[in-house]
């Protein structure tokens, strides 16, 4: 009985820890609704290298944060080893992480796939903070990944 009330109490705990986990990830994610880079397909920057618009059909929700994608093999790799497709510094702005230190909106068409992993930066007419940011790359990656850090401790 000892064995089964322990095991009982492991697995509350493992819940409410996997609940916290995913709602500190949420927090993290730039996104709407639930859902993250705006809909497009995170797989695709790395295969097509472009930006591709997912289809809600194939969606697939990851610790906490919905992703969509073109087809079912898109998400059947992702499903595989998500970290290597999700965003770096949540979604939002490489550029403003590093360099302001601050969560800032990014554009999901403006995209960089640095050593494997995949950026997004703000862009506008007037704005292209990708531009910016190949100027000083490699201080700015090592800036961000401090940054972003620092914010969820």
């Known amino acids: 009985m000892k064995k089964i009330a322990l095991l009982f109490v492991s697995v509350i705990l493992a819940s409410a820890t996997m609940a916290q986990t ?12 639930g859902l ?22 194939w969606k697939y929700k990851y610790e906490g944060v919905t992703y ?13 080893s998500p970290k290597n ?8 702005c490489a550029y403003s992480i590093s360099n302001l230190n601050e969560k800032e909106e990014s554009d999901p068409e ?6 494997g992993k995949l950026y997004f930066f703000y862009h506008t007419v007037a704005i292209n903070t990708l531009k910016k940011w190949n100027k000083n790359e490699e ?8 940054n972003w ?5």
């Not at 201080?139 to 401090?146: C, V």
């Open 139 to 146: 201080r700015l990656k090592a800036l961000g990944d401090i």
């Open 68 to 80: 969509y994608f073109t087809d079912s093999t898109n998400r059947a790799i992702f499903t595989k």
């Open 85 to 92: 497709y999700e965003p770096q510094y949540g979604g939002w």
């Open 110 to 115: 403006t995209f960089k796939i640095l050593n």
């Open 36 to 57: 993250a880079i705006k809909g497009y397909d995170p797989v695709a920057y790395f295969t097509k290298n472009k930006a591709v618009e997912g289809k809600r059909k």
């Open 149 to 153: 850090t620092a914010m969820f401790r």
């Open 22 to 33: 995913e709602e500190v990830r949420v927090q993290q994610f730039n996104l709407e609704d």
